[in-house]
């Protein structure tokens, strides 16, 4: 998790110029850019305050602004090798996802200590060796071994098959 | 030449190669080889003949005097020469050279010695006779010689000499420079000549054949060889003298297209013609082959044996067996009709009909083809239909020239089949199979290794050490390792190095099945790695030299064709779908009915758009392609949209895994996942302020909300009026259509019923359910005056005021006034004109007044806007000119002079309103009622007072209608607050009337209030009117009897104080209430409070302190909830104006704001946006209007 200062360009459209348009603009800024992710600087999780709204420039032709305003947030940019506690989504034979906040991890079923056998049978699918049971919503501490970045998303591989990872309860 | 060995091609050595055909050639080589000098010696022959037979020559004699006088010049020397050449003739010639002209010195100088001896000294006897000696040998010697050499014999000898050397040069022929070698204009020529493919190599053997043949007859062939290539099928190539000499050879010969020219090929393509490119392939045991004809052809086999010197080879490969053969193959070896045989093995024979690979299964063929087809020769070995069968392969001999040795490239597939086949025997046949691959693999690693690739070497010296590659050059790489303690460059052979991944890695497959695939690596085992593929999260294994490290992100190029992966697409007029994976050539397409189709990209119709599409979620949103929605019903899948289909909705998510992520659902199952959160309706500040002061009040220019159909109906309270449940109340609970599902109240029963055995329950009256009442749009706020009018029209008709209003209550009017649909005209008929006339300020400002008939027909007219804007001025002509209501005059005479305007109104104004209560009359009926009726003009309120003219003359009433016209356009436009006081104004003197037009509709616009439902309803009873159109029901409570300015302040008794309404000082006194703070509603629009408790904020009314007029109350406020935290627990004063009551839960305790309870605290019993019953004492009720009622702060 870092902080950061962005830039965003905000279109307002003219109906909301007039006193409350900080406070529009504000809202639409949190609006238009919580949750979502960008390959640069991984996915802002919450703009903390805006540093600067910017001076509005109204456009031409569809009379909108445009202010390019400057704001902290906190981002979450997955590193490799970074070690994270997460939460699996689900498990199959390949292996099992599992979720790190917005944050989809990969854990292949070749990164997974091999005592932990793949187990079909059970009522949930799930990894499990004799003392440990990887299962739907289990805690899982993994470690990311490779990331993909796209535009609006960020996936990533992890390992659990080194020391001190696994469930943690 | 490599090419005339028969199917060879670069195995075996070309020297091997005897063939009658190579012979010719090879004879030519090397005469070609030879060339020159051997020419040149036939040439030499030719001359020597020539120069024998003119020996007598004059031109000899010539030469022999030549040669005299040179021999004269330097007779010692020839001699000399002459002698050495014929003593040493096998002495190296140069230094015999060198010799002899040091031997010449040397005589000279003896000569000259002698001579001067002679001259100067006497000379010993011995030494003159020796000398004479000498002398004469040498005359006789030179005469000898002038004798002998005639000339000719000179030539020949100098000749000879020359051909000596020229042919000792002949003998090395490996080192004859190549240039020497290369044909040029005075050879042959090269003819091309075309034939049957396939048969270029019989052709050529015909043409040895025949020129053998023919070789001693009077016609022997004048050709000097002939070849084929197989690389170029269709045509043999003949060296010869002329084109003519081609034809003459190849004529006759089956397969020779006579008829084609024959191409002469030019010099310089003669040599590449003849280029061999020397290729050395090892066949061994365990090599891997293709066969390339027949059933199997393009089949891999494996070499099992290597039969004479690799004429033949024994491979091994997976059977095709047909193991449902027609009948009359079972019976191997009966008559069958060979046609039909024919037929069908040709079939069986080519590509497309063979039966699948399979290995041999002794049991399942004798089943088919009878025990006795199969012998069984070793434990596992059997014979069937005359091919050898072992270990489920069969085995056969093939030739070279029936296997593809080059290029054989198994993929990974085949050979796990093929291993997979020999899984159950020794591990060792599997491992050398592995071996093969793994070798097959190394050596294409060489060639897919680039610089810059990570390498890491598995053999030799340096195993295990990895780094970058530098450069390649030939067999050999350098790599610079990434070891920390080798800085320098280490050489190591390419092929003990393999590309390198580590896990995590982003990388993409070049080449093979999974071309293009783009993956995380999750394991690499040696050669082999693993990979996550990004497309569809399925693990895909293969080789590293196909990898490469991608630094693109994303997937691949899933285009084929024009359309590419989740595309929409039509497959036909009613199929469309999106495509979710793309082969090498063909798409899987899920259509809109959840099919999967697999289609080519021929099979599409075409390419369809929907980014433009909207659909309407279940909450009844629009969203549109790009949303993310989840299902509400079913597996809950959640999944960005991709595509909208009618009703159908294509979303996508990665972590599905069938069908690519892509599913479809209907829309009106899925909704945003944000639904729940952020309630429905905002999406965040995007577009259209939807808070925005409309500038014009009017609601034409706000988006149109679409149809919401009958949902909208869900949870009203109905009646049931037909049927055996006739008298029923109940709850709506669904709607399909025009059926609704019903709970009815009493018995908890859910029952399906019509709309027409309904009747929606409004406050003790009952609607028809389709007549619109859009309750639900004024509750949500949608903030559009068109839908606030509607509401308005609602709580207007739900305003418990008496018969009177009653009659207004049943006129959807009001809600016609909204002007939606086109319905409440009709039905409405009679009122819309207020509507029209408060919504369109143009009519106003047109003042055309000579229309007045336009009430009539707007309200005949389903189109008030269109029409009534024209028309409706007719009111504010008389509206506009209060004089003649001012004046006091006779109604009649006050509608007269309003009657410039058209006649209608002359009409009805002329003659009693009470006509008005028909039809039109409304209005009529209104105008004398004026409002009496309140619109509503039933006829018996116009009877009421309409009837008596003096009601209506009054200038009072008049103008007070007028008046209140005015304002109430004035009121729907702009907030109450400014149009309230003018009425007021209006009423008591006419003047005010005339003013408020314009100004009010420019300020007016805000009709937030409505939706915010504020408590300008809450007003008791009258309140309403009072607010809005406080001018009207005031004159038509108080006409009858009072002037019109008194009849103002009447109508709305307590609350009738509009003002204090608007500045909310109903709130003044209330204690513990709890409040939410609100934008002030002003003339330029909404105001918000500036303080430091933002809007939305609520508080628990501390104490409340009354001001003077000009100054505004204030409320003492303890913060509950806000969304800035700090003020939260803080107490603020804030003015009155900007509060809000909250309404109070149902069972909960209210303040009374309004009426004849104001200032009780009761007990809630049930609340709608409407109505709220409440306990006024012990076993008593009363429904009082929501909005008179206040949350009490009830402890957090």
């Known amino acids: 998790f870092l902080q950061k200062d962005l830039h965003h360009t905000i279109l307002l459209h003219p109906s909301y110029f007039g006193s409350r348009m900080h406070q529009h603009i504000e809202q639409k800024l949190h609006a238009d850019v919580e949750g979502t992710c960008s390959g640069e600087y991984g996915y802002i999780i919450a703009v903390l305050d805006v540093i600067d709204v910017g001076v509005g420039l109204v456009s031409v032709g569809n009379g909108q602004a445009e202010f390019i305003t400057t704001y902290r947030a906190i981002v979450f940019k997955p590193f490799k090798g970074e070690v994270l506690d997460s939460v699996v989504t689900s498990v199959n034979k390949m292996g099992f996802f599992a979720e790190v906040g917005p944050l989809q991890v990969f854990v292949s079923a070749h990164l997974v200590h091999p005592d932990m056998k793949f187990d079909s049978t059970a009522a949930n699918a799930c990894f499990a060796s004799q003392d440990q049971v990887i299962e739907k919503d289990t805690h899982v501490r993994l470690k990311l071994v490779g990331t993909r970045v796209d535009a609006t998303e960020i996936f990533a591989i992890g390992t659990i098959k080194e020391d001190h990872l696994g469930v943690i309860d | ?1196």
């Open chain 2, 1 to 1196: 030449m490599s090419s005339t060995a028969i199917g060879t091609t670069g195995v075996r050595n070309v020297d091997e190669d005897y063939d009658d055909d190579t012979i010719l050639q090879r004879e030519r080589a090397r005469l070609k080889a030879s060339g020159g000098a051997e020419e040149e010696e036939e040439e030499d022959g030719d001359f020597e003949g020539g120069g024998d037979e003119d020996g007598d020559g004059d031109e000899d004699e010539e030469d022999e005097d030549e040669e005299d006088e040179e021999e004269r010049g330097r007779p010692k020397k020839r001699s000399k020469k002459h002698r050495k050449a014929r003593v040493s003739q096998f002495i190296d010639f140069e230094a015999e050279v060198s010799e002899d002209d040091g031997d010449e010195d040397e005589d000279e100088e003896l000569l000259g010695d002698a001579r001067d001896f002679i001259d100067e000294n006497e000379v010993k006897e011995s030494d003159a006779a020796l000398r004479a000696l000498r002398d004469h040998q040498r005359l006789d010697r030179r005469q000898q010689e002038l004798s002998d050499s005639e000339a000719a014999e000179i030539a020949d000898q100098i000749r000879d000499r020359y051909r000596q050397s020229a042919t000792r040069y002949t003998g090395d022929l490996d080192q004859v420079p190549q240039r020497l070698l290369m044909p040029d204009v005075k050879d042959p020529s090269l003819w091309q000549v075309r034939v049957r493919p396939g048969r270029e190599r019989d052709i050529v053997f015909s043409l040895i054949r025949k020129a053998r043949d023919l070789e001693y007859t009077n016609h022997p062939l004048e050709i000097m060889s002939a070849f084929e290539r197989s690389s170029l099928p269709g045509m043999i190539y003949v060296e010869a003298r002329s084109a003519a000499h081609v034809r003459a050879a190849t004529n006759g010969l089956v397969g020779v297209f006579i008829s084609n020219p024959i191409n002469l090929v030019p010099i310089e393509e003669m040599s590449s013609l003849l280029r061999i490119k020397k290729k050395e392939i090892n066949i061994e045991p365990g090599s891997w082959v293709r066969i390339r004809r027949g059933r199997y052809q393009g089949d891999l086999a494996q070499v099992v044996h290597v039969f004479d010197n690799g004429e033949r080879y024994a491979v091994k490969y997976i059977p095709r067996i047909d193991v449902s053969p027609q009948d009359d193959d079972r019976s191997l070896g009966g008559n069958k009709t060979a046609g039909k045989k024919r037929t069908r093995n040709a079939l069986i024979n080519t590509v497309q009909g063979r039966p699948p690979q399979r290995a041999f299964n002794a049991e399942e063929i004798a089943k088919v083809y009878g025990v006795r087809s199969i012998n069984r020769t070793q434990k596992r070995s059997f014979t069937f239909q005359g091919d050898e069968y072992a270990h489920g392969y069969c085995i056969k001999d093939y030739k070279p020239s029936q296997l593809a040795i080059e290029d054989v490239q198994p993929t990974l597939e085949e050979i796990t089949k093929f291993s997979a086949l020999g899984a159950g025997e020794d591990g060792a046949a599997n491992k050398m199979d592995l071996n093969v691959i793994r070798e097959a693999a190394q050596r294409m690693a060489t060639s897919v290794l680039q610089p810059g690739d990570n390498v890491e070497v598995f053999e030799g010296q340096q195993t295990g050490v990895y780094g970058v590659l530098q450069s390649i050059s030939g067999d050999n790489v350098l790599i610079k390792p990434s070891l920390k303690d080798m800085d320098e460059v280490i050489e190591v052979v390419a092929k003990s190095v393999r590309k390198r991944f580590q896990t995590g890695e982003h990388v993409k497959v070049m080449s093979g099945k999974n071309v293009d695939e783009t993956g995380l690596v999750l394991t690499v085992n040696g050669n082999n790695v693993t990979f996550l593929s990004d497309t569809n999260q399925q693990e895909i294994t293969v080789f590293a030299k196909d990898l490469r490290t991608a630094a693109e992100v994303g997937t691949s190029n899933n285009m084929v064709g024009n359309y590419g992966l989740h595309d929409f697409v039509s497959l036909d007029q009613t199929t469309v779908g999106v495509i979710f994976a793309t082969g090498r050539d063909s798409f899987r397409v899920l259509d809109q009915y959840g099919n999967v189709h697999t289609v080519q990209p021929h099979q599409i119709a075409m390419r369809r758009e929907s980014k433009k599409t909207i659909g309407l979620d279940h909450e009844r949103q629009q969203f549109k392609a790009g949303d993310n929605m989840v299902e509400v019903e079913g597996a809950g899948r959640s999944g960005v949209v991709l595509h909208i289909y009618s009703f159908s909705a294509f979303l996508h998510n990665r972590t599905i895994k069938e069908n690519g992520g892509v599913f479809v659902t209907q829309c009106h199952n899925i909704s945003r996942p944000d639904a729940l959160r952020r309630g429905a309706g905002t999406r965040g500040p995007n577009g259209f302020n939807p808070h925005a002061p409309n500038p014009n009040g009017m609601s034409v220019s706000g988006p149109v909300p679409e149809n919401k159909g009958n949902f909208r109906l869900i949870g009203a309270l109905v009646t049931i009026v037909l049927g055996g449940y006739k008298g029923y109340d109940g709850t709506i609970k669904d709607v399909n259509g025009t059926t609704y599902r019903v709970e009815i109240q009493s018995t908890r029963k859910v029952i399906t019923i019509g709309q027409d055995s309904l009747r929606r329950k409004i406050n003790g009256m009952l609607k028809k359910l389709d007549e619109p009442v859009e309750d639900r749009d004024w509750r949500n706020g949608a903030g559009f005056s068109s839908n606030r009018n509607g509401g308005w029209g609602g709580s207007g008709g739900q305003t418990p005021s008496g018969g009177r209003f009653g009659s207004g209550g049943k006129t959807p009017g009001w809600g016609a006034s909204s002007g939606r649909t086109p319905n409440p005209y009709a039905d409405g008929g009679k009122t819309p004109a207020w509507s029209s006339s408060s919504k369109t300020p143009n009519p106003y400002a047109s003042a055309d007044g000579g229309k007045t008939p336009a009430w009539v027909s707007s309200s005949k007219t389903p189109n008030p806007y269109a029409t009534d804007g024209g028309k409706t001025p007719a009111w504010n002509t008389s509206s506009r000119t209060p004089n003649p209501y001012a004046s006091g005059t006779s109604g009649g005479d006050a509608w007269n002079s309003s009657a410039r305007t058209p006649n209608p109104y002359a009409q009805d104004g002329g003659r009693t309103p009470a006509t008005g209560g028909s039809g039109r009359g409304g209005w009529g009926g209104g105008e004398s009622g004026a409002a009496s009726s309140g619109w509503g003009g039933s006829a018996s309120n116009a009877d009421s007072f309409g009837g008596t003219s003096p009601s209506y003359t009054p200038s009072g009433g008049a103008g007070g209608w007028s008046g209140s016209r005015e304002t109430d356009a004035g009121g729907w436009g702009s907030t109450p607050a400014v149009t309230a006081p003018t009425p007021g104004g209006g009423v008591s003197t006419p003047a005010p009337i005339s003013a408020p037009t314009p100004g009010v509709y420019g300020g007016a616009p805000t009709p937030a209030p409505y939706s915010a439902a504020t408590p300008l309803y809450g007003a008791p009873t009258p309140a309403p009117y009072g607010a809005y159109g406080a001018p009207t029901p005031g004159p038509m409570s108080v006409p009858y009897g009072g002037t019109g300015t008194p009849a103002w302040g009447a109508p709305t008794p307590g609350p009738g104080t509009a003002p204090a309404d608007d500045r909310k000082e109903y709130l003044l006194g209330a204690k513990d209430v709890v409040v939410k703070v609100v934008p002030k509603y002003t003339e330029h629009g909404p105001e918000p409070w500036n303080g430091d408790v933002p809007e939305g904020s609520t508080g628990r009314i501390i104490s409340t302190l009354a001001t003077d007029v000009g100054f505004t109350s204030t409320a003492s406020l303890m913060i509950l909830t806000s969304t800035h935290a700090s003020v939260i627990g803080s107490e603020r004063p804030i003015p009155l104006e900007y509060l809000e009551p909250v309404r109070p839960d149902e069972g909960g305790r209210a303040y009374v704001l309004t009426g004849e309870y104001k200032g009780r605290v009761v007990r809630v019993r049930s609340i709608d946006q409407d109505d709220a019953f409440i306990e006024t004492g012990p076993g008593q009720a009363d429904q009082i209007p929501t909005r008179s009622v206040a949350k009490v702060y009830e402890g957090p």
